[in-house]
């Protein structure tokens, strides 16, 4: 009798805490800990706790069962969401900041001025040779940009 009141107690604390967490927006959390928590609910309704009394014909008993499949289907839930992601939350940061990190090289805010290039306050000769085209000193620019980076 006392083991079922503790359990049952656990029970509510546990989802208790799940709705708190829950309300905090980590659904996930909330999901793995309402999970956890139902554990001892199902155990004792599937009559675990009183290792034989009258499990088999008994609805409660089974609706134990259901409680606890519900709890797996929960913890399954939660596992392919996380794998899904990329793993726990921590592992997320730190993958984000690594890609903060990674996604400007260190001096590329600083511009390079090499000696081909011009100041903006003086014009660029309008005439070109008469074997190249408007596209290829485009290409050019844009080779001259590529190589001024190391690409």
Known sequence: MIAETVCSAVSAAGLGIAAVTAYRRRF???ARISAYSLVPLGMVMT???EWLADTAFSPV???GFAVL???WVLFM???TVERRRGGTRKERREARAAARRDAVAPAASAPSLDP???PAS?????????GTSRAEDDFSDIEA???????
């Open 116 to 118: 081909g290039s011009r």
């Open 145 to 151: 940009i590529l190589k001024k980076h190391g690409i």
């Open 61 to 63: 008993s089974w609706a």
């Open 47 to 49: 009559g675990i706790v």
């Open 69 to 71: 499949g519900v709890s």
């Open 122 to 130: 003086q014009p660029r000769p309008t005439s070109r040779p008469a």
């Open 77 to 79: 839930t939660t596992r």
């Open 28 to 30: 996930l959390t909330a």
